[in-house]
C-alpha cells in the first residue's frame, strides 16, 4: 500500500455523522445534500431507458445527445462552448479528479484556495503532487480573497491552481474582475485553472443570475478546465453524473483517461440527465429560490444568537460559523453538539486547518420548520453552557 494512501487524512465529516447515524432523535445537517428526491420527470427518463433496454456500455465521453445538450446549456449561461469540449463524468467528483490526473504529474506544484471540500486537496496528493494552499481570511464572518497573496503564490513552477466558487464550505464567490486578474497571472506563469464551479447557480447574489464563471473570461484554448455535476443544481447526488469543459485539443485524451477510470458513465443516468436539461426552467429557479428561503430562515436566525460570527453566504447550501467562546477545536464541537444537543452538523477544519473553530450547516432542507427546530437545539445548548 502507498505511504501517501495511508496518509490521507479521513473525513471528519463522516467521523461526526458515524457518531450521530443511527440516532432518530439528532437533526442531521452535516452532508451537502439536499433532502428532497430528484424530480419525478428526471426518474420518469431513466425508468423509460432502463425499460428499453439501454443497459449497455457508452461512449468514453458521454452520449452524444447530452454532450450537445450540456454544451447548449454552458452557451446559453456563459460564453459559446461546443460539443467538443464537453466530457461527461460520474459524478462530479470524478470530474475533478480526472482533470487532476490528467495535469498534474508526481512532484509537481499545485495551489489550492482553502477552506474547500477536502476531495479537492485530497485529489493532488493522491498523485504524489506538492499541495500549497492559500487560505481566505474571515472578516466579521465572511471570509475574503487576499489576491495580491494568492497571485504571489502562483509561480510560474506552478502546474495547478484549484480553485472552488461559489465555495463549499464559505459561500465565498469570485467576482468578475479577480477572475480576469487570476486568468491573466495563470497566462504568464503558464499554470492551469480547475475551476470547480458545481454551485454557479446556487448563487443568490442578483435574482435568477448565474455566479461569475471563468468560462466568461476564457478564450477557448485557455488553460482552464471547469468542472461540474448535476447533483446540485438538479438535485441528482446520488446518480453520480458530472461534466467537465476543456480546451478541444484535451478532449480525446480525456476519453482515453475516462476509459481507464470508469469508461464511461451509465446509458439510464445520462438519459435522466437529458431530461434534467431539457427542463432546467422547471426544476433549477425553483430548487434555487428554495435554497434562497432556507439561507434566508436560518442565517438571520443563528446571526441573532449571542456569540455566533456568521455572514450571509452569497452562492451554495451552507451556512459557515463560529462560536465566539468555548470549545475551540471544530470536530469536538461538532461530536459534543451530537452528544449533547442531538444537532448534527460539519466541523469547519475538515475543510482546512484554518478554519479551525468554524462549523458547516448544510441548509438544504425541504422543510424549513427543520432548520428552526436545529437552531433552537443550538440555542438550547448554548444557554446551558452559560
Ligand atoms: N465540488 C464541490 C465543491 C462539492 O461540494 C461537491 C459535492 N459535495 C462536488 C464537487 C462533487 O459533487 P458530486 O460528486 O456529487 O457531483
Known sequence: ???????????????????????????????GESDEVTPDIVRQAAIDSL???????????????????VAGYTSRLHRPVGAQRIAITSGGVNALMLAVQALVDAGDDVVAVTPVWPNL???????????????LTPRDGAWTLDLPRLLEAVTPAT????????????????????????????????????????????????????????LDVAQ???????AHSFSKSFLMTGWRLGWLVMP?????????????????????TQRAALAALQHTDAITPRVVAHLKACRDRLVPQLQALPGVE????????????????GEDDS?????????????????????????????????????????????????GWLQARR
Request: glycine fraction near 8%; proline fraction near 4%; charge should be neutral.
Open 1 to 31: 500500500m502507498r505511504q501517501t494512501i495511508l496518509d490521507l487524512e479521513e473525513s471528519k465529516i463522516r467521523e461526526v455523522a458515524n457518531a450521530g447515524m443511527g440516532r432518530s432523535d439528532v437533526l442531521a445537517f452535516w452532508f
Open 51 to 69: 425499460q428499453r433496454g439501454e443497459t449497455f456500455y457508452a461512449h468514453n465521453l458521454g452520449l452524444p445527445e447530452l454532450r450537445e445538450a
Open 121 to 135: 486537496t485530497a485529489q493532488p496528493l493522491i498523485l504524489g503532487a506538492r499541495l500549497r494552499r492559500v487560505s
Open 159 to 214: 502546474k495547478l491552481l484549484i480553485v472552488n466558487a461559489p465555495n463549499n464550505p464559505t459561500g465565498w464567490t469570485l467576482s468578475r474582475a479577480e477572475q480576469q486578474a487570476i486568468l491573466a497571472h495563470c497566462r504568464r506563469t503558464g499554470t492551469w485553472i480547475l475551476a470547480d464551479e458545481v454551485y454557479e447557480r446556487l448563487y443568490y447574489a442578483d435574482d435568477g443570475a448565474c455566479a461569475p464563471s471563468f
Open 220 to 226: 477557448p484554448e485557455d488553460r482552464l478546465v471547469v
Open 248 to 268: 478541444e485539443s484535451m478532449t480525446h485524451a480525456m476519453g482515453k483517461l475516462i476509459e481507464f477510470n470508469t469508461s464511461c458513465a451509465s446509458v439510464f
Open 310 to 325: 456568521l455572514a450571509m453566504p452569497q452562492g451554495g447550501m451552507y451556512a459557515f460559523f463560529r462560536l465566539l467562546a
Open 331 to 379: 470536530l469536538r464541537l461538532a461530536k459534543r453538539l451530537v452528544a449533547e444537543a442531538g444537532l448534527g452538523i460539519a466541523p469547519g477544519n475538515a475543510f482546512a486547518p484554518e478554519a479551525q473553530g468554524w462549523l458547516r450547516w448544510c441548509f438544504a432542507s425541504k422543510d424549513l420548520a427543520r432548520l428552526d427546530r436545529g437552531v433552537e437545539r443550538l440555542a
